[in-house]
């Protein structure tokens, strides 16, 4: 058990609001990690189980799931991860690309992007003179706080919340991504670039450099996927998962 999951149970009373918003972003967390992949199935009876809670809860928590395409209903049989395709994963990188164009464009324009672009650009040169060392998954998740990271600098707090939550959805092609031979490096200077640029007041050239890192990551999605997939199945074989038959 998790250590979310052990103060779901020590911290919260069964019916709580609070205790179904937890449930949420434990399990949310498990789907976009592919602990749960496309088509594993989920019933309120093993959840309350393994959570320790009653039904209402639970009911409440895949409800918002459902509601925000984590999960989908199905007749008589709980709840299943949905179904991931090219298109949408595609069409989740174009909404990503163009909040992101905004954010460096605005930036660029500004008359002093501000402290954090300065910090942004010593954590990437370091990390591009240091011999990478982390994981994918570790690097995926520094890479999520670098884009983040620039549009808490505009300070657009409903910008900042759509961009968050396209990257829990994209997190694991993040990762994958960053698997690849040379990406790391790659990174690195796609990031200084645009980094330099907003700092020059380049806003044509902000917006050239944050299309190039974004749209790497969006060319590989088919392959992405198909690893992905690989990688759910040897997760589920090996803690015997429930897929959808």
């Known amino acids: 058990m998790t250590p979310p999951e052990e103060s779901m149970r020590a911290t919260e009373s069964d019916g709580s609001p609070g205790l179904a918003a937890r449930l949420v972003a434990s399990l949310r967390e498990r789907i976009v990690q592919w602990q749960y992949p496309p088509g594993f199935r989920i019933t309120e009876e093993e959840l309350c189980r393994e959570f320790g809670m ?19 209903q199905l007749p008589r049989r709980g709840y299943a991860v949905r179904q991931l395709d090219v298109r949408e994963i595609e069409e989740l ?20 992007p501000g402290e954090g672009i300065a910090d942004a650009r010593r954590e990437w040169t370091a990390q591009l003179e240091t011999p990478a060392t982390a994981s994918s998954d570790t690097l995926a998740r520094l890479d999520e706080r ?10 657009n707090e409903t910008l900042l919340h759509q961009l968050r939550s396209i990257n829990k959805r994209l997190l694991i092609f993040r990762s994958i991504d960053f698997a690849r031979p040379g990406r790391v490096e790659e990174t690195c200077r796609q990031h200084l670039a645009v980094l330099d640029r907003i700092a020059a007041g380049d806003v044509p050239g902000a917006r050239g450099a944050m299309e190039r890192n974004i749209m790497a990551g969006c060319a590989i999605v088919e392959t992405s996927i198909a690893d992905a997939l690989a990688r759910a199945y040897r997760m589920t074989s090996r803690g015997g998962g429930r897929n959808v038959g």
Do not use: Q
């Open 146 to 155: 670098f884009h983040e990271g620039l549009a808490a600098v505009l300070g």
């Open 93 to 112: 990188y174009e909404v990503r690309l163009a909040l992101e164009l905004m954010v460096v464009e605005r930036l660029a324009s500004r008359d002093a």
């Open 54 to 72: 009653s039904r209402s809860p639970v009911r409440e928590a895949l409800k918002v799931l459902a509601a925000n395409g984590f999960v989908e």
